[in-house]
Nanobody, 113 residues
Framework: VQLVESGGGMVQPGGSLRLSCVVSGGIFRYYSMAWYRQAPGKQRELVATLWTTGSINYLESVKGRFTISRDNAKNTVFLQMSNLKPEDTATYYC????????WGQGTQVTVSS
């Protein structure tokens, strides 16, 4: 399985971004997917999980601001991020639940005025 993330960028506080992750080399619809992030000097953390059952979990600090979704026809998982805060600055990665696949390159999100 290969993961390719995109959609990051630099935004001002309060702004929005939509991240995408294309998954290739496997049967996407069978995978529960997640978004992770890693800020400089910090450990990677789990941001959002979308289970194949449709159940969703979010990191407490992003609840109400981030939305995870998927398009099985396009083998893609999304992370819609709104009302971004400087503390959301990080490199964002997608992966299977439990980080079951090789990591992609990630996409950088910078929130700064």
């Amino acid at each position: 399985v290969q993961l390719v993330e995109s959609g990051g960028g630099m935004v001002q506080p309060g702004g929005s971004l939509r991240l995408s992750c294309v998954v290739s080399g496997g049967i996407f619809r069978y995978y529960s997917m997640a978004w992770y992030r890693q800020a400089p000097g910090k450990q990677r953390e789990l941001v959002a999980t979308l289970w194949t059952t449709g159940s969703i979990n979010y990191l407490e600090s992003v609840k109400g601001r981030f939305t995870i979704s998927r398009d099985n026809a396009k083998n893609t998982v999304f992370l819609q991020m709104s009302n971004l805060k400087p503390e959301d600055t990080a490199t964002y990665y997608c992966n299977g639940v439990g980080a079951s696949f090789p990591w992609g390159q990630g996409t950088q999100v910078t929130v700064s005025s």
